[in-house]
């Protein structure tokens, strides 16, 4: 049983066992991309490479045995260096957007493209959720919003652009979900870490709504304080507004839990004494600022307002918990603008119509206008290792550009599941897997060098491939190239 | 299309070869040769009646460059693209190609009669450039002889048969005369030259024999043919014409029957008479081995390896014998036991020559150490480095020494199966190593028992399918296997874990063949030879732009400026000497400063380069150095297998910069970029295909900066990058139509004896008008 040490802590590993084995024995992480357990390894993705004290040598965890004496450093400079390098470079050929243009450019990050699919399949309460959930005042912006998002919407180069602003309207439905639970999608409203702390809120305009909502959501007890007798801040002002929707948006966040303290003067001291933490939400702030107070600007876009609020609202969560401010932003790998033989190439997954104005219930011609939508976002926004990872270790899909980015390819369009080449780095873990399943067709490497391609063999569908195994590939799949075409991951 | 498929013949070659999983190449390879490319119907039926996958057929079928998954001309033209013929203008010659034919790159012609491709080496480096149409090669084409190349194989070699040769008389001969049957030589005409010999000798009735030898080495005067007369100074004719062959058999034989003699003399002066064709035979080509350039050719040189080399005939096992040969074997079975032979080994110092330098001894010990009931050894055939023959030329001249220097490694590791793992792109070295397989069966040297040693082994021949990676053991190994020839993290090493998880020796051919002569002479006189950490000889291809290329054996330690200067002649055509590249893909650049390097593993590690399996390219002041980088990173970036991120993407992202500099579109930051990017491909990728890669390119930086800045700014020093250079015609031309006439894209025009001018839209900048203007009216800019 050889004995080495990892980041100077010792473990005793069987014979055989790699240096990743031995780094799992004592808690070290190694991020690997192409490594599954169970299979022998590949040593494809060489991010899991770690110095080799004695040699100084770089050396893939996964595949090096571990040897008696070895001193290996996982965390140094070097290794960091080295990964970054890695995932820049499988980043310089990943063809795909973590996110869709359109919720990128909305300031608040709505999930557009969650959205429309659940109205798509006429899920109205889980749509609303979303909308509700990311926007804190949905049916607000869905008045006044200028719609960002939908300049950003790929379908407008086929024809015109979703209606994305109106599909956020939340009637009737949206009442119902103060409670209650809609599958696959749950709300926030449980007991969490927060449960316990009081937090207050200063200003009712949108920041500050937003908020509340979402310290609402991360399970505080907020209360609300504006000097003005009507929630609302200055979009009580708002010239096209119709004023009962906001008083609907208010009453309903009433309902989910916020208390407002509407009308007298606020005392800053009171609020002080009574509450854990403050969220300042106002136009201007003058006057004394409080060191471990938390601003959220109103401006006068109120889905930057909304953006704001949500912002100051998770700097206060991890303040309270005592967990250091989050200055990473998501990864987000992008890829720009289509090319006409690409949007063609989405276009097949989605319905032909042109755009709709709605005017009347969503209900009615929501899904229609939905299932316009190309989906141009990754399928496995959350589980995808190379984007957890490039955002680990602060990756940079610019520092190798590549003369000419790869084509958009989507295999598999009348199938469960989809394939997207584009988005492959050829871990070589599918075709282990259909192999090991015994695939009649199964998948195979075609091709050589940077021009290796996955594919099933003779030029088969894809699902005639993956007869038995593609749950477990799609699973096991470390980025968005295999995924379930109605699939996608519930962001929160 | 392929209702009318053969099917019977697929289940005959696969009946034929084997039903298992590793037979799946050798299965893909008589498939393609039937179908002359992969049939899918055939491929399912090979799935379907043998163990073989679908999907290890396709990854198998598309990751190797032999196969073809579509259907080909009537013939194959095969544009070489090695070193030597990058740097004599391949590129402008493939481009001639395509254009005769009209035709773009990897198609075929409307008439479904030829198809075009560009191919890594034809290992025929000193008649660079070369190009192969079916198995005729045809060497020093110009762009503006690629249609009478053509027409002349249409004509001409399309429907040659070859002759086979005379069975020889018994009895007492008057001499003998040696041809040149190494592949340089064939390619050279020597077929043809044998053809004349033999019409010439029966016309006079002698009694000569046609002695077929491997390579000289002296691969610049091919074809070569020697006249050797008992009790006579032998004679060496060389760059020898099939019409100068009656002249030479006149001269040096008299007919037994004086009326032939006349008669035979008649002929030839009738036919001097009447044709054209008949040429005295130019006495500037009678080349006397004493004579001073040859002298010098040979003169340093230490036929280790390549002993008795232009004596020996290739497939004459007796002949192998009396020189010699085998006795190694008895004096090893007879005398030793494994420890001592090892021993033996290590005292001489005998490093691999197959580029990493490792030393042999150490590699045998490991393998013979390490535990199994099943050993195997391999011989590493698959010399793929664009520039470099070293391997082919000595499994070509010398199949029984490398046959020899196996059998006495496996006793020495206890292996009982080994494979000789051989280029498909090397046929002649195919047959004679089956040849001589054979041979050595027959002679009980190979099988049960040998020599009541209680030692056994048998031997295969493996055809590689054409992977440059598969140079690399573990994917050799893969190959082997019947996998697509991907590399595996070692250790373990194939010592350990090689061919089908049994322990494994792999060398390659030159190893192979100097462990003969190390136990005919002694580890001591081995080690005598060379330098303190390299000891012996290193087989070097000698090309470029020397007066005389070929293939040499040198000892160690000899420095890259005798090499050039008393070898090689020194620089051709009063040019400046620039800069050596050795060690091809995997080596580097040595500038003309560092000349003084001496030939070295640890001395060239040193300067940036390593000894790689030989090549050995020299460049001059007109060779562009950033385009020579681009020319080994485009070859080991297509040659990447693909399975690290590093070698896949790295050579790739590398490969981009290069391109946009050698076009004139570089950007400040890109030698830094390059740099950043060499090291991570360098340090981080799995084998040692993407580990050696970044060498060429970071070596011509460190030596030759200057001319990446200049390409950043636009310039390109040499004149070499075609982005960044345009052709045109000055007053001082005379209107001789030369060059026009000359020109494959009729970029040229002009009335007669006027001043000619050339479109620069039309221009693929050949280079032929500047070569062929007898004012040197043509200037580039």
Redesign the interface.
Known sequence: MPELRINGLSARVDDGATVLDAAELVFVEIPTLCHLKGCEPETSCMLCVVKDVATGQLIPACSAKAIGGMEIDTECDEVQAARRDILNLLLSEHVGDCEAPCTRICPAHLDIPRMLRELERGHMDSAAWIAKRDLAIPSVLSHICPAPCEKGCRRAQVDQAITIRELHRTEGSVREFGNSRIPGLTPMVTPMEGAGKKVAVIGSGPAGLSSAWKLCQLGYACTVFDEATQAGGTLRDHKTLPMDVLDTEVEWLAGAGIEFELGPAISLHMVSDKFDGVVFAETEFSGTHFADAFYAEEHKLAVKAVANGKAAATALDRFLKGEPPDAAERFDSKIGKLRESEVRELCKNSSAGSRQVITQSISNFGGTEAARCLHCDCRKPLSCKLRKYSEQFGADQQEFPADERGHVRLIGHNEAVVFEPGKCIKCGLCVKITKRADEELGLAFTGRGFNTQVAVPFGENLQDGLKQAARECVDACPTGAFAFKEGGEIKN | MNTDLDILEVDRIVGEIGRDASSVIPILQAVQKAFKYLP?AA??RVCEISDV???????VS??F?QFRRAPVGKHMISVCDGTACHVKGSVAVYGSVLNSLGIKEGDTDTDGLFTVQKVACLGCCTLAPAVQIDGVTYGHVRTDTVSDMITDFLENEANRTPRSFQAMEDGITMGEVRIGLGSCCVAGGSAKIRDALEDSLAALDCKVDIKPVGCVGMCHRTPLVEVVIPGEEPVLYAKVNPEDIPEIIERHFRAENPFIKIRATAESWLKKLYTDEARDVPERYSINVRDEAVADFLGCQQHIATEHCGVLNPSDMEEYKRLGGFKAIKEVFLTCNPERLISEIGKSGLRGRGGGGFPAAQKWEAVRKAPGEKKYIILNGDEGDPGAFMDRMIMESYPYRVIEGMIIASFAVGATEGVLYVRSEYPLALKRVRKAIADCEKAGLLGEDIFGSKHSLSLNVFEGAG?FVCGEESALIASLEGR?GMP??R??FPSEKGLHGCPTLVNNAETYSLVPWIIRNGAEAFAGLGTAQSKGTKVFSLAGKIERGGLIEVPMGITINEVVEQIGGGISGGRTFKAVQIGGPSGGCIPASLGDTPVDFEALKDVGAMMGSGGFVVLDDSDCMVEMAHYFLSFT??????????C??????ML?VL??LCNGQGRPGDIE?LE??AR?VK????CGLGKTAPNPILTTIQYFRDEFEAHIEGRCPAGKCQKMIAYSINDDCIGCAKCAVGCPVEAISGEPYSVFEIDPELCVRCDNCRQVCPVDAVVVE
């Open positions: 899918e491929l399912r996958t679908p999907a290890q057929i396709e990854g598309s990751f460059s992977a697509r595996n993290y250790p373990p970036q297509s040659e990447s297998c693909g399975k690290c991120t590093p896949r993407v790295g050579t790739k992202r981009e391109t946009r970029r950043q990017l991570t340090g981080q990728s799995l």
